[in-house]
């Protein structure tokens, strides 16, 4: 009797998902009783060793950025920046002080760490690294990736993506991980000999199977809906600030040209010459603070970015998730064809067009002897098949099961961090306001203590008296022109 080719999309059901862990107890978890035995295995010295890392806490740092230049692949000559790393252990052995580790890295070797981990850990998201080039930047702010003040924030990304790792409960555990914070020399060769370049499943292949899967699981397109609508959300988000960051760095530059027209205007009167001088001070300082103001903006502004990036993560699992559906789908295809030719055989029936069919009519039959030499083959392919089947379904089920286990740890650290930015970012912006608001009223105050009590006969004639208010108007011009 004919057996019924698995249903794909039943296969895939996942199993009940563990209690989840919060995001950030990833080595925080590990350490107790694992971390006393590592402590009695290692060598007493009070250093991070391959056997005790993953289960002590340590600290990450990336402290230094550094202009250098070297020669590339292509033997050219090229500038870089390399970025110092440095790791401690915080636990001390029998109260011994604990040595650092320090190397230096490049982003590209950040971001061979980061392909790494893609390919052997694809049910994980995968921590984003901060851009390459600057991205909705307010016009002062320079976009050339070797500018003083990007490569700052930059290394400041480096080591948040660092420290996201080291928090993650799997991630943390990982040789080469632990080889890129200790292993300076070699690690690139080290890397390579993993062989995970082969491994990674190319852009071609993963395009073909999000249009031939049969089955997509919907669990997964509105993770990917999810994931779209995040980063339109927050690309919006980050234009509208560099849009309202243009402006707001326009009106407070207006200030500044109303500091010399106070300036000037302090010049020529001599009763509110002391008040309109400070008040041009005030203006002044006032037009000044908003370079600090607008890069203190960046760094919730990057914090934002991060998450940006966050999405084309979850999108790697959805695609790596749709590349395993696709290989079930084809191997229960296979399946049920091969079934299909083995009743063929045993009955003598053909139910469907085949070249094999053609042959066969046009040749002759084949022998008894063939027909059972094939049937027993095809058996074994069954056989074979069959196991196949069964592997990748265990497979699929045990990706959809971490996947998503991941995926809420992910979604809770978001909510968290974005609710923390936001909350950060809109008390700045008061804080910022009151400021500037104690600062106007002083200099309001400064030109009402110093102002003389006259008529209005008195300000008339002085009008008379001072053609310099065309200063004030040219001044203003020339800043609107």
Avoid at 67 to 95: C, F, P
Avoid at 181 to 203: C, H, I, M, P, Y
Avoid at 358 to 371: S, V
Avoid at 432 to 460: F, G, H, R, W, Y
Wanted: charged content about 30%; proline content about 4%.
């Amino acid at each position: 009797m004919e057996q019924a080719a698995p249903d794909p999309e039943r296969l895939w059901q996942p199993a009940p998902l563990e209690p989840l862990s919060h995001p950030d107890a990833g080595l925080e978890s590990m350490v107790g009783e694992e971390t006393k035995g590592a402590r009695d295995e290692g060598p007493g010295d009070g250093t991070m060793t391959e056997n005790n890392f993953s289960l002590k806490k340590i600290e990450i740092s990336v402290s230094e950025a550094e202009k250098r230049t070297g020669r590339n692949a292509m033997n050219m000559q090229e500038t870089y920046t390399a970025y110092l790393i440095e790791t401690r252990s915080v636990e001390h052995n029998d109260g011994q002080s604990v040595l650092t580790d320090s190397l230096w890295r490049r982003y590209s070797e950040f971001e061979l760490l980061r392909n790494y981990l893609l390919v052997y850990y694809p049910h994980i998201v995968v921590p984003p690294l901060p851009e390459k080039r600057a991205e909705f930047v307010w016009h002062k702010l320079s976009a050339d990736n070797m500018d003083p003040d990007f490569v700052e924030r930059r290394r400041i990304g480096l080591e948040n993506f660092l420290l996201r790792v080291a928090s993650h409960p799997m991630l943390c555990r990982d040789k080469i991980f632990y080889l890129f914070l200790t292993q300076e020399g070699n690690w690139k060769e080290t890397v390579n000999e993993t062989g995970f370049q082969l491994k990674a499943d190319s852009r071609l292949k993963a395009l073909n199977a999000t249009f031939r899967v049969k089955n997509p699981d919907k669990r997964f397109i509105e993770l990917k809906h999810y994931s779209d609508e995040l980063q339109s959300v927050i690309s919006h988000l980050l234009r509208v600030r560099a849009r309202v960051a243009d402006r707001l760095y326009g009106v407070y530059k207006v200030h500044g040209n109303y500091g010399r027209v106070f300036s000037e205007w302090s010049a020529i009167e001599k009763e509110m010459g002391d008040g309109l001088q400070s008040a041009g001070h005030h203006m002044d300082v006032y037009a000044s603070s908003i370079d600090d103001i607008l890069e203190d903006e960046e760094h919730y502004a990057d914090q934002l970015k991060e998450y940006l990036f966050y999405a084309e993560a979850l999108r790697a699992v959805c695609r790596k998730h749709e590349l395993m559906q696709y290989d079930l789908e084809m191997a229960a295809q296979d399946l049920a064809s091969k079934k299909q030719q083995c009743e063929e055989l045993a009955t003598g029936t053909v139910r469907t067009f085949s070249l094999k069919g053609m042959t066969t009519k046009l040749f002759g039959q084949e022998t008894p002897e063939q027909r059972e030499a094939r049937i027993k083959m095809l058996e074994e392919q069954i056989k074979e098949g069959e196991q196949q089947l069964k592997s990748k379904n265990l497979e699929g089920r045990e990706f959809v099961r971490n996947a998503w286990a991941d995926i809420e740890r992910f979604k809770e650290q978001k909510n968290h961090d974005l609710k923390e930015a936001l909350i950060s970012y809109a008390v700045m912006q008061i804080s910022m306001c009151k400021k500037m608001k104690v600062e106007l009223v002083d200099s309001v105050a400064e030109v009402q203590m110093n102002k003389p009590s006259c008529d209005t006969s008195s300000i008339s004639r002085r009008r008379g008296e001072i053609p310099k208010y065309s200063v004030i108007k040219a001044l203003i011009a020339e800043h609107n022109s």
